[in-house]
């Protein structure tokens, strides 16, 4: 069994996103004691941002007249998407910035989407597991001032869910940056139950991929 986890987060310490993914890892591999993890940072090793028009270009250009660059974008694309491929289940960590998603997270998204194996009309992540962890420092939910705000979740999911249609599940961490910015100290009762509350999801989340997956 192979679990394949991405971590979108561009700190490598301290990052919530990360620490909810590690909880629904640890599910993962509670079930698969012997499973392989592969693992992908994209805030340490970022795709470089000419990746994707290079890929994008090479794909309308034919073969012999490709130039090195877009020879290596191609085996870029092949090789992220190779990740997803060969994984019986998926994690993906991706924290809100700029009321977005990163341009790291953007650009992996449109090298995996540029590989001509997705475009195929049963699409070969159908059915697959997943989990999606997001995390934010505010909290958007229903009747908040910024209800809405949080474009990156919906993208995700579209993405994940209804693009490639991975089987998805999602945790969403919200008021990460309650502790840390001073405005928000009146939610720290309301910040300690909503991690409590991440933290559950993510266990029973991780147990029900790594279940699903054995069961398939
Ligand atoms: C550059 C930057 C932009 C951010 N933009 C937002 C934002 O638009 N909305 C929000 O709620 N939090 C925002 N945050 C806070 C992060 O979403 C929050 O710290 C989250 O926990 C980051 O994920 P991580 O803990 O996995 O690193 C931003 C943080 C950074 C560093």
Redesign the pocket.
């Known amino acids: 069994m192979q679990l394949f986890r991405l971590d979108a987060?561009?700190?490598t310490e301290?990052?919530?996103?990360?620490q909810i993914a590690d909880i629904v890892q640890q599910e993962w591999c509670d079930v698969h004691p012997d499973g392989r993890i592969v693992t992908r940072h994209l805030g340490s090793d970022p795709i470089p941002a000419t990746a994707w028009p290079l890929a994008v270009n090479a794909t309308y250009t034919p073969p012999e007249q490709r130039t090195n660059e877009q020879v290596e974008a191609l085996a870029l694309v092949a090789k992220l998407t190779d990740e997803l491929l060969d994984a019986d289940a998926v994690i993906v960590?991706a924290?809100?910035?700029?009321?977005g998603v990163s341009q790291h997270l953007k650009a992996w998204v449109d090298m995996i989407i540029a590989d001509p194996r997705m475009s195929a009309e049963v699409g070969p992540l159908e059915g697959k597991p997943a989990v999606l962890v997001t995390?934010?420092?505010?909290a958007?939910g229903p009747g908040t001032p910024r209800e809405g705000?949080?474009h990156a979740t919906p993208w995700m999911r579209r993405i994940l869910a209804d693009v490639w249609k991975l089987d998805l599940r999602v945790v969403e961490?919200e008021f990460?940056?309650v502790g840390v910015n001073p405005a928000l100290d009146e939610f720290q009762d309301l910040a300690a139950d909503m991690r409590k509350a991440a933290e559950t999801e993510a266990r029973e989340h991780g147990r029900a991929i790594a279940l699903s997956e054995a069961a398939a």
């Open positions: 987060s561009i700190r301290g990052s919530h996103s990360s960590a924290p809100l910035y700029n009321f995390a934010r420092g505010g958007y705000w949080d961490t990460t940056l």
